[in-house]
């Protein structure tokens, strides 16, 4: 880590992006699911509300007058960035990674000619601020470089992977899990080990991974329960107990969010939205985004995301 007591070059105000880099990935849980979480014990210690990944973002940057009410973990894993906080800059390599506490302004970037490519999470928790403890009161950034360690990757994919399979309680609760065992492998990297992860047998999990393999398709609660090789009515009662949610109704979230990451990564067109993910009426599928998210597709489009 080095800090500068002036900024680095900075990025002309035309060029700067908050997202849109090619092969990124982004979910933003809906608010009235991290509000639901926030209120659970033991899965709220620790929050998950935004999380992804920007390979080689350049003109990368994002400027927070008023700071957040998550906090910030960037961790860099090739090329270069910087960030301010409370009136210094600080440069930022390959292996750097840095948290920004809840409620400070800052701003951060990449370098204009070695962009970097980051793996971003954005959390809170009645916990969050314990976490710092060891190291200093969480009123500053913490920032050092770390070991490249492949299976602390692994673990994001799994919190990736766990929320982009829909927002049960257990999907939700295993990724703010998954985030302790991410957290951990910054904050106390010499002791972090990897626990081999096996591929599941659980034949909700399997049907779940099959739907999100065919969410551009239409399919009905019979396709489902035939893929499983279970009865209609059996099939529903062991989803329901595993999840909390019906089989269409978690495909509906399933397909929902989908839809969202076209709406925050790509132009396409809300009729082609709803086409890749099997709706071919776009006002129904308007009606059951605005139903699911609160907002109508173009209203999430033009809101402030990260």
């Not at 500053?140 to 602390?152: A, F, G, M, S, T």
Request: glycine share 6%.
């Amino acid at each position: 880590m080095k800090k500068l007591d002036t900024p680095p070059s900075d990025i002309s105000p035309e060029l700067r992006k908050r997202e849109g880099f090619t092969g990124q990935k982004m979910i933003v849980l809906p608010k009235r699911v991290s509000t639901h979480i926030s209120k659970t014990p033991f899965i709220n210690a620790l929050l998950i509300t935004d999380i992804g990944y920007y390979p080689k973002a350049r003109f990368h940057y994002r400027e927070r007058t008023m700071g957040i009410d998550q906090h910030i973990l960037v961790y860099c894993v090739e090329g270069k960035g910087w960030y301010e906080f409370n009136g210094q800059h600080f440069e930022v390599s390959p292996d750097d990674f840095f948290i920004l506490p809840a409620g400070h302004p800052h701003s951060y970037g990449a370098d204009t000619n070695d962009p970097w490519t980051i793996y971003w999470v954005h959390f809170s928790g009645i916990m969050a601020k314990a976490l710092n403890s060891k190291l200093l009161p969480f009123t500053q950034p913490i920032h050092y470089p770390v070991n490249h360690i492949d299976e602390r990757l692994l673990v994001f994919h799994e919190m990736y992977s766990a929320l982009e399979r829909g927002y049960s309680f257990e999907n939700i609760g295993y990724a703010n899990s998954c985030l302790w065992q991410f957290l951990g492998s910054f904050l106390y990297p010499d002791a972090y080990k990897h626990n081999k992860l096996e591929e599941t047998h659980d034949p909700v999990e399997k049907s779940i991974i099959w739907m999100q393999r065919h969410l551009h398709e239409s399919i009905t609660l019979e396709d489902l329960a035939k893929e499983a090789k279970y009865s209609v009515s059996y099939y529903s009662m062991l989803f329901q107990k595993k999840t909390g949610y019906s089989p269409i109704d978690y495909l509906i979230h399933l397909k929902m969010q989908k839809a969202c990451q076209f709406l925050d990564l790509t132009d396409l067109k809300i009729k082609e939205i709803a086409n890749n993910i099997g709706y071919y009426d776009p006002y129904y599928f308007s009606r059951i985004f605005h139903k699911i998210m609160g907002v109508y597709p173009m209203e999430y489009r033009r809101k402030e995301k990260g």
